[in-house]
């Protein structure tokens, strides 16, 4: 079973409430579109009512296929106010949040955050942080997360090959404590797409070829990540090759049980990871999904600007799978 069939299979029909903030945009009405027919989620539409109902009937489809919220006309909009102030414990004034929840990311991340949906998916038109930053203010990282992170997911051919790739769009410089972390929950995004993660932490340099201040991070975090979660296969540092091939693993890390068989990669920093993945993407014909925000107490995910509906549809899908181990 490829990959999308098998994530469909796992979310039909179960009622999965994802909010769309940006609900105007065609390429998210497209895809919630696409979404509801096949029962995979249930679209939750965020906006001026009249403006999304127009937006929808431009697209030649039927406003009473989807659940329109308006956050001007919101019945639950006093519950939700008093429930931002509370969860940012003394950090806003009522009247501060009454602005905020104004703002589409803020309203629809207050809804995943109250129960009244389980995820979240924007970035069509906003910036990340514009995304991203309600769903840190709000919806908090896991117990044991600092701080979220972006992963990818990288596939080429018919699911012949697929990876992870991570930190590639969020921590510009994590310390060898996030990046502990962020190689302990890729390891669970990677078991969403039913890839048995084997990690690898990378570097320029393999099992102590190179020495540097960055080395050694990538040593440290290696250590505290094998602490925090004994039982997963972890290894580092290793440079991309020792991790990727067979041939190379047997002689730079031959005692290695990941080097020359690893699937999820951790980037030492953003630089490192947004250029690999690119390149991966670019040179190697790999489609790359995501970002994949990780880390976080209920799934948001973070679209790109110039995503396509295919990307929503696809993302979607990601967030709503997702929703199963939250």
Do not use: W
Not at 35 to 44: H, K, M, S, T
Not at 241 to 248: F, G, N
Not at 291 to 301: A, E, F, T
């Amino acid at each position: 079973m490829e990959l999308f069939d098998s994530l469909r299979f796992k979310i039909v029909r179960r009622g999965i409430r994802i909010v769309f903030p940006e609900a105007t945009d065609p390429r998210v009405l497209g895809a919630a579109a696409r979404l509801r027919a096949e029962d995979l989620v249930i679209p939750v539409l965020i906006g001026d009512h009249d403006e999304v109902v127009d937006s929808i009937r431009k697209r030649g489809l039927q406003s009473s296929a989807f659940e329109i919220i308006d956050p001007n006309n919101y019945d639950g909009l006093a519950e939700m106010i008093d429930s931002l102030v509370e969860r940012r414990k003394g950090k806003l004034s009522r009247e501060q949040a009454a602005e905020l929840v104004k703002d589409g990311n803020y309203f629809g991340t207050m809804l995943v955050y109250m129960d009244k949906a389980d995820g979240l998916v924007s970035g069509a038109i906003h910036s990340t942080a514009e995304t991203v930053r309600p769903a840190l203010q709000i919806i908090k990282t896991k117990p044991g997360i600092s701080r979220t992170s972006g992963a990818f997911l990288m596939i080429r051919g018919r699911d012949e090959e697929k990876y992870l790739f991570s930190d590639c769009a969020i921590n510009v410089k994590p310390g060898a404590q996030e990046l502990a972390e962020i190689a302990i929950a890729s390891a669970e995004t990677a078991r969403i797409f039913d890839i048995d993660p084997k990690v690898a932490m990378l570097s320029f340099s393999t099992k102590g070829s190179g020495t540097s201040e960055d080395v050694d991070k990538v040593v440290e975090a290696t250590e505290i990540a094998k602490n925090l979660a004994p039982d997963l296969a972890l290894d580092g540092e290793l440079q991309f090759d020792a991790a990727y091939a067979q041939s190379v693993a047997a002689i730079k890390a031959p005692e290695s049980d990941v080097a020359g068989a690893a699937n999820v990669f951790i980037f030492p920093d953003l630089q490192a990871g947004n250029i690999g993945y690119k390149i991966a993407q670019r040179l190697g014909n790999f489609e790359a999904i995501g970002p994949i925000l990780q880390g976080l107490n209920k799934p948001v995910s973070d679209l790109s600007r110039g995503a396509s509906e295919e990307d929503v549809y696809k993302l979607s899908i990601i967030t709503a799978a997702q929703t199963l181990n939250c």
